[in-house]
Nanobody
Framework: QVRLVESGGGSVQAGESLRLSCVVFGYTSSNYCMGWFRQAPGKEREGVAGIYTDSTTTYYSDSVKGRFTISRDSLRRTLYLQMNSLKPEDTAMYYC??????????????????????WGQGTQVTVSS
């Protein structure tokens, strides 16, 4: 059974950085797309970043472009989200997601939740001003 486990969340001041990690358990192939999403209290889940199976094609929401970087280490089956210049509005629960063994869309669809079939439990990020 596939599991996604996030870590790296925490509480920081505005302008600081965090790196989130997401480890994939139960799937050994590198044929999958992954993404990061976030949800703040009272708001809908928002797509933040997505990465294609080639591990080099990436997509970002306008709200994080230039500040966040998504990457993956296929050998370690780990997805990362480097978050720089954090703002209070980045405060949310962050989730990683994956879709395995299927033809992912090499497009902005990778930051839409409908693209993904597996989800982690989330890690909280809190940014204070």
């Amino acid at each position: 059974q596939v599991r996604l486990v996030e870590s790296g969340g925490g509480s920081v001041q505005a302008g600081e950085s965090l790196r989130l990690s997401c480890v994939v358990f139960g799937y050994t192939s590198s044929n999958y797309c992954m993404g990061w999403f976030r949800q703040a209290p009272g708001k809908e889940r928002e797509g933040v970043a997505g990465i294609y199976t080639d591990s080099t094609t990436t997509y970002y929401s306008d709200s994080v472009k230039g500040r966040f970087t998504i990457s993956r280490d296929s050998l370690r089956r780990t997805l990362y989200l480097q978050m720089n210049s954090l703002k209070p509005e980045d405060t949310a629960m962050y989730y990683c997601a994956a879709t395995f063994g299927t033809a992912c869309s090499k497009s902005l669809a990778l930051i839409r939740s409908s693209e993904y079939s597996s989800w982690g439990q989330g890690t909280q990020v809190t940014v204070s001003s």
